[in-house]
């Protein structure tokens, strides 16, 4: 560690000079102060203002009073100070790529010892850097966008208890300084350390923690297993003041991260600044992620990064290399991060602002109380800025504060029985994790069924363990399970720390066979999975090599041994695999919440809370509905509902086109007309006939010739009833002949004029058949009823004018109506007759011979 110490001065904001005990005067009883820093030796001065990190007081035991700060520049450089005491003031400072740990002298003064250089620059060539400059570019290249988390505890021996004068605070304040410091180091990787349970060990260690680094990282995971069945976390680390041998201070397993029986380390507080300890911390938490120490060539923004091999401590705190950060990389790849997913529900000390999780009461929650990149969010209060509608959730824009648009995925699909979430364009918030209903067959492999999310395929199972090209074992080798031990069981149980042996129902459903030529596994690393195989003899004396896995990736409880049969997995007759036994499937369905109609309408899928996932261009709970896809539970998988009339209007447009295209075609070359032809074809096969419609024809003109069909007498004005003889043939109606009893005519005085006939306001068709007397129709006249009152066509001295013309037929014209040719006068009307008439007489006269009638 360099032993080079740059002075500096430390004033108020009233620049007033500052001594160890004035700084930590006017840090008491405020909300936030502010200091200038000035480096005697280049003249930088720096302006930061801090405010209290309650992020470090996360413990269910009341820290009194607050002594740790932080703050965070223009550059988005942290800083941190601890003002506990005056004997125990430490801090670490950033600036660009610089870092620095704050020194207190024996004499009082401050000093500042560079820790990625010898130099006592600030800035190289005093230039400050941007914000976009102060992460590595290379860091986005090892990226997967996913965010994880890391439940983490913190074990102070009875060493570290003596050490700080027994005093729980100040132990408790150098655990939680340590934990955030850590979670500064990771946060670029999209990784949030939480430290969810610390203790002391104040009436004595519980195990015995001695120099022999190798011995004493054994006993604490021991413990840690145990420790684990209260407190589950996923990563545990001891902190002592023990010197380990040979300059050790820290050591971890490689590649144990959620592992049951080794993910945790030991660290030695080998510096009284905790940002040191913080380092070893981090670096050794690093070889639990799977990184090795840095080899020569790896890209690193400082002369030498996090995970560099060292003894005796550490001189950097802040990157890893490019090297780093691809060990870290193929770990993700090989499923190590399985536990890292789940979002911490709770971490020591209860619900407050700043710990990290959005809790009721708070809009957002940056982590602390000072160091928030989200714009959106005052850190302080744990509220949304000025104008932001949202600063957190995956369905936020951080960039705008708004929400994300409707249908913008938030969270996709992990697997096939897996359902994507998305936003709804109103919030901030992703919808809750939904999946497909339990027990429903596979999407892509219907053999076997959907559990919790995912689908029990064995071959799947076997290809994430073994490559692509391996697939489930024989039937056979699954009876090992029948022995419950090591290399076949149906579980381990923690607190008798013994394996469970299958019943012979269960036996499919314990640890995974798997037929594969690869002889190493793909999956986790070496130290956390062992591969062996056994030798079975199959249902037709063939013998078969069966593979399987053993791995600490477990706890028995919160953790499935990704090693044995998913949950999912088909079993028996009608049977499904759950917690290693064979359920009957009828069971697990029963209680499963059910959609209505079960089958979405073949437009979707039940998801587990009973709603359909529906196709693009249907919704609503059963897919029964024009939506936008996704369920209501999820969200909209479009901002654009189907819209079939659309559609179909653009569809049958298409077609319409096209055939127009061929029909001109076809013309050019045959000199047919392609449609006519069609069309001819469709009516012959379908027998369709045109169908003549008859029209009626208009009425005559008032006054002109009677239509056949009306009474021939009708011309003389005369009741249709009564005949008239004389020179002129008399035609009777055909009307008469079917009443023959009827009396057929009336006698009238010959000295009285005839009445004209009553008719109807309206003459249609139906009410010629409605008003006809039995014997004759009724005579057609002129609707202007006043003035044919007085002017009938059967009148011989009636006027030669034509009648009017009807109101209905009236034309407005500007000129008058032409004159009107006089018609030639009526004939007199032959004499009514005075004595009735026989049907003989009638007769007798229509007989050529005997008549001198003159037939025209």
């Known amino acids: ?46 302006y930061l203002t801090f405010k209290p990190n309650l992020e470090l007081f996360a413990s269910s035991l009341k820290v009194k009073p607050i002594c740790h700060y932080m703050s ?81 505890a913190l074990v102070a021996d009875n060493s570290m208890y003596k050490k700080y004068g027994m005093d729980e605070n100040k132990v408790l304040d150098r655990l939680h300084a340590i934990a955030n410091i850590v979670n500064g180091i990771y946060m670029p990787l999209n990784i949030r350390v939480t430290l969810v349970y610390a203790t002391i060990w104040k009436d004595g260690d519980l195990i015995e923690v001695t120099s022999a680094s190798d011995l004493t990282l054994t006993k604490f995971l021991d413990f840690r297993r145990n420790l684990m069945k209260i407190h589950p976390h996923d990563n545990a680390q001891l902190v002592t003041e023990i010197k380990f041998d040979n300059l050790v201070i820290g050591k971890a397993y490689k590649g144990t991260m959620c592992s049951y029986e080794y993910s945790g380390g030991i660290i030695s507080d080998h510096s009284p600044n905790a940002a040191s300890v913080a380092s070893t911390s981090a670096h050794e938490m690093g070889h639990s992620f799977g990184m090795e120490h840095d080899p020569q060539g790896c890209q690193c923004p400082t002369p030498i990064c996090l995970m560099e091999a060292s003894n005796g401590g550490y001189s950097n705190l802040s990157y890893f290399s490019s090297c780093s950060l691809h060990y870290l990389q193929q770990s993700f790849v090989r499923k190590m991060d399985y536990c890292l997913f789940n979002v911490p529900k709770k971490v020591f000390g209860g619900a407050k602002c700043g710990n990290g999780i959005v809790e009721d009461g708070e809009d957002c929650d940056c982590g602390n109380l000072v160091i928030c990149p989200n714009k959106c969010c005052v850190a302080s209060k744990c509220q949304l800025a000025k104008d932001a509608v949202c600063a957190s959730g995956d369905c936020c824009d951080i960039q705008t504060c708004k929400p994300k648009p409707k249908a913008a995925i938030c969270r996709p699909i992990v697997g096939e029985c897996d359902l994507p979430e998305f936003c709804d364009g109103d919030t901030g918030d992703c919808p809750a994790d939904f999946f497909v209903q339990n027990g429903l067959a596979c999407p892509e492999k219907k053999q076997d069924y959907c559990y919790e999310g995912e689908c029990g395929s064995r071959d799947d199972q076997c290809k994430m363990i073994w490559g692509q090209e391996a697939n489930t074992g024989d039937q056979s080798c699954f009876r090992s399970n029948l022995q419950g031990n090591r290399w076949g069981n149906c579980g381990f149980n923690n607190n008798t720390e013994a394996y469970l042996p299958c019943k012979s129902k269960d036996y499919t459903c314990g640890k995974l066979f798997c037929n594969s030529a690869n002889t190493k596994p793909i999956f986790g690393d070496i130290s956390s999975v062992i591969p062996f195989h056994i030798s079975s003899v199959s249902l037709n004396g063939t013998k078969v090599d069966c593979r399987a896995v053993h791995t600490t990736y477990s706890d028995g409880k919160y953790i499935k041994d990704p090693a044995m049969v998913r949950d999912g997995a088909k079993c028996g007759k009608e049977g499904i695999c759950v917690g290693a036994n064979c359920e009957e499937l009828s069971e697990i369905t029963r209680f499963a919440p059910k959609c209505d109609p079960g089958n979405c309408f073949n437009k979707g899928i039940c998801n587990n809370v009973g709603n359909c996932h529906c196709e693009y261009g249907y919704g609503g709970p059963g897919c029964d509905i024009p939506g936008y896809g996704g369920s209501v539970n999820s969200g909209p998988a479009t901002d654009q509902a189907f819209n079939a009339l659309a559609y179909a209007i653009v569809l049958i447009a298409a077609l319409l086109t096209i055939f127009a295209c061929i029909d001109v075609f076809y013309h050019r070359k045959r000199n047919k007309w392609l449609h006519s032809m069609v069309w001819n074809f469709l009516r012959e096969c379908l027998n369709i006939h045109a169908i003549r419609v008859p029209t009626r024809k208009a009425p005559p003109p008032p006054g002109g010739r009677a239509r056949r069909s009306d009474d021939p007498n009708a011309v003389w004005g005369d009741d249709p009833n009564t005949l008239h003889v004389g020179n002129r043939p008399v035609i009777p109606t055909s009307s008469y002949f079917p009443h023959p009893t009827a009396p057929m005519f009336v006698l009238e005085d010959t000295t009285s004029s005839p009445s004209p006939p009553a008719i109807p306001l309206k003459s249609n068709r139906s009410d010629h058949r409605q008003n006809a007397h039995i014997g004759f129709k009724p005579e057609v006249k002129a609707l202007n009823l006043p003035n044919r009152a007085e002017d009938s066509s059967s009148d011989e001295n009636s006027p030669n004018i034509p009648p009017p013309v009807p109101a209905h037929r009236q034309k407005p014209t500007a000129k008058p109506p032409p004159p009107i040719k006089e018609k030639p006068k009526l004939p007199q009307k032959p004499p009514v007759a005075s004595k009735p008439v026989s049907v003989r007489s009638i007769a007798a006269k229509f007989d050529a011979k005997n008549s001198d009638v003159d037939l025209l």
């Open 1 to 46: 560690m360099t032993s080079t110490i740059c002075p500096v001065l430390i004033f108020s904001d009233n620049d007033t000079a500052l001594s160890p005990s004035t700084l930590i005067s006017i840090s008491k009883n405020v909300s936030g102060f502010s200091i200038v820093l000035k480096n005697v030796a280049t003249a930088e001065v720096q």
């Open 72 to 152: 965070v520049n223009e550059n988005a450089e942290v800083n941190m100070l601890s003002l506990c005491s005056s004997d125990t003031i430490t801090g670490t400072f950033q600036f660009g790529t610089s870092y620095f740990i704050l020194d207190v002298a024996s004499n009082g003064e401050f000093g500042m010892i560079p820790q990625n250089s010898g130099q006592c620059f600030w800035y190289n060539n005093r230039h400050k850097r941007s914000v976009g400059d102060s992460i590595p570019t290379y860091y986005a290249e090892y990226l997967d966008g996913k965010r994880r988390y890391v439940e983490l």
